[in-house]
Nanobody, 123 residues
Framework: VQLQASGGGLVQTGGSLNLSCTTS????????MGWFRQAPGKEREFVSA????????YYGDSVKGRFAISRDDAKNTVYLQMNALKPEDTAVYYC?????????????????WGQGTQVTVSS
């Protein structure tokens, strides 16, 4: 099982980034996918999740209305479009996968993880 997150970088406040997470080694279409982030000295935080069907999405309160998650089963890839970025969005962003349709906020519910991509928002 492999998950590879990419698309991070340095952006100014109010800017946008689109993260991608390409996967292999498991049946992507039967897995719910999640994005989490972790800032230095803080716990890993739930950002967003999408059901295996793509019909249901879920967002953390701090990103609602600014971020959008989507998936492309043909490419085994999940995306996170991040708009109106703020300095407090600065973190390493991780993608994660779990078998089944249920989405969870808890990182412990996701057995598969990518290596993370750094997002830095300057003020």
């Amino acid at each position: 099982v492999q998950l590879q997150a990419s698309g991070g970088g340095l952006v100014q406040t109010g800017g946008s980034l689109n993260l991608s997470c390409t996967t292999s080694g498991f049946t992507f279409s039967s897995h719910a996918m999640g994005w989490f982030r972790q800032a230095p000295g803080k716990e890993r935080e739930f950002v967003s999740a999408i059901s295996w069907s793509g019909l249901s999405t879920y967002y953390g309160d701090s990103v609602k209305g600014r971020f959008a998650i989507s998936r492309d089963d043909a490419k085994n890839t999940v995306y996170l479009q991040m708009n109106a970025l703020k300095p407090e969005d600065t973190a390493v962003y991780y993608c994660a996968a779990r078998d089944g349709s249920i989405m969870y906020q808890s990182p412990s519910r996701y057995p598969y993880w990518g290596q993370g991509t750094q997002v830095t928002v300057s003020s």
